[in-house]
């Protein structure tokens, strides 16, 4: 059984920058980003595509590293964009 802190140490031994397709301990495949020491896990949401994961996350990922101030309802959308795609996908 994996526990958080497994979970925490491997994405403490991660390098900064943005990190993709990994699988985490716990078997869960998705995308990890590292700026300034702060860290950001992505799930691949059940069904969903995995590149359109990865340009949610990495768009995120840029947004906040960049040197220029992004507008907040930028960041908001992407947050969203991110959230809905680590979810599994809904059909209907």
């Known amino acids: ?30 995308f990890l980003s590292k700026i300034d020491g702060s860290t950001s896990w ?17 768009n995120l990922h840029d947004a906040i590293s960049s040197s220029e101030q992004m507008p907040a309802d930028y960041l908001s959308y992407l947050g969203q964009e991110v959230d809905r795609l680590s979810k599994p996908k809904v059909t209907e």
């Open 1 to 30: 059984m994996v526990e958080g802190l497994d979970i925490i140490n491997w994405q403490d031994k991660q390098k900064q920058g943005f990190h993709g397709i990994l699988t985490n301990p716990a078997g869960v495949r998705g």
């Open 42 to 58: 992505t799930p691949i949401g059940k069904g969903q595509d995995d590149f359109e994961v990865m340009r949610a996350a990495k």
